[in-house]
């Protein structure tokens, strides 16, 4: 940012606070000193790619198979998911017990072979 009509051509680099509908909130040094409502300003945007860079080499390096995000009939297992419990299982909460579409998926997730596609949840 750079104060409009500055003798000392001099520009500040801050970064942006906030982001509102209608306003953006800035940080910088005190050397800038205080902004008096009313003043005009230049200001220039600066992206930094490295966090998209990051996001990227992430997803390059983790999912080199396809099977992980985008599994076929040919990824899974051969008989399909089992439904039925092999093994007992401790449950943190007691009441998933009593919900048997939540408990259908806890069964379904820890029969499931390594390896096999992966099951997303959501939901409280």
Not at 5 to 29: I, K, P, T, Y
Not at 88 to 111: C, D, F, G, H, W
């Amino acid at each position: 940012m750079q104060k409009q009509n500055a003798s000392d051509n001099r520009w500040f680099e801050g970064h942006v606070h906030v982001v509102r509908q209608a306003e953006v909130g800035l940080c910088f040094h005190s050397s800038f000193g205080r902004y008096h409502e009313g003043k005009r300003c230049h200001v220039r945007f600066k992206l930094s790619r490295i966090p998209l860079q990051r996001q990227h080499q992430a997803m390059d390096t983790v999912f080199m198979e396809d099977r992980v995000l985008f599994p076929l009939p040919s990824h899974l297992p051969v008989g399909g998911v089992r439904t039925k419990r092999d093994v007992p299982l401790r449950l943190y909460n007691a009441l998933i017990s009593k919900n048997e579409p939540q408990m259908q998926a806890v069964v379904s997730i820890a029969t499931l072979p390594p390896g096999s596609a992966p099951f997303i949840i959501f939901g409280p």
